[in-house]
T-cell receptor
Framework: EPEVTQTPSHQVTQMGQEVILRCVPI?????FYWYRQILGQKVEFLVS????????KSEIFDDQFSVERPDGSNFTLKIRSTKLEDSAMYFC???????????FGSGTRLTVV | DQQVKQNSPSLSVQEGRISILNCDYT??????FLWYKKYPAEGPTFLIS???IKDKNEDGRFTVFLNKSAKHLSLHIVPSQPGDSAVYFC??????????WGAGTKLIIKP
């Protein structure tokens, strides 16, 4: 079964540093998503991406965040200048159009120190 | 290898009746299972969980049943209400913080 792959599984970074979280969605999927879950809190929607552009984003997704699909396979989330409160589990997901068959990655745990 | 499977992409239930959402898993190392509910453009919202040492956990209208020998769990919602219409995800953990998610089942509650 195809799967969504996220790398790295755990990243530790210093406050103020840029970090890039990587995701390889399923190849024939058209919609891509980033979510995050701060420890002990709910899973929050960050952004959705379709047809090479952002289709929706939440208030959390401010100017410090950006997404890219640079080469048709990877889907990246960049945080320009990390803050302590960016420490969370970040989930990537993808799906085909027309159904609800989401496939989630297993997450990247980001720790900002 | 899809370790968590939700084989029904959608389910339609009459308001007031019971909704039963199913989930199967393959990894016997999973020791914690969670159900999430998701509306469009929002993150999944935690509903209920169950540890592998239990076979049932109940919270209001929501009950989760775990059958370890069959590697199967189910979420029962009774009575079903219109606001329950959403996508439901089953997720599992083997003790790490990472979650393995199912593909989701879209629940439609008909008035």
């Amino acid at each position: 079964e195809p799967e969504v792959t996220q790398t790295p599984s755990h990243q530790v970074t210093q406050m103020g540093q840029e970090v890039i979280l990587r995701c390889v969605p399923i190849s024939n999927h058209l919609y891509f998503y980033w979510y995050r879950q701060i420890l002990g809190q709910k899973v929050e929607f960050l952004v959705s991406f379709y047809n090479n552009e952002i289709s929706e984003k939440s208030e959390i997704f401010d100017d410090q965040f950006s997404v890219e699909r640079p080469d048709g396979s990877n889907f990246t989330l960049k945080i320009r200048s990390t803050k302590l409160e960016d420490s969370a589990m970040y989930f990537c997901a993808s799906r085909t159009g027309g159904n609800y068959g989401y496939t989630f990655g297993s997450g990247t745990r980001l720790t900002v120190v | 290898d899809q370790q968590v499977k939700q084989n029904s992409p959608s389910l339609s239930v009459q308001e007031g009746r019971i909704s039963i959402l199913n989930c199967d898993y393959t990894n016997s190392m999973f020791d914690y299972f969670l159900w999430y509910k998701k509306y469009p453009a929002e993150g999944p919202t935690f509903l209920i969980s169950i540890s592998s040492i239990k076979d049932k956990n109940e919270d209001g209208r929501f009950t989760v049943f775990l059958n370890k020998s069959a590697k199967h769990l189910s979420l029962h919602i009774v009575p079903s209400q219109p606001g329950d219409s959403a996508v439901y995800f089953c997720a599992a953990s083997d003790g790490n913080y990472q979650l393995i998610w199912g593909a989701g089942t879209k629940l439609i509650i008909k008035p």
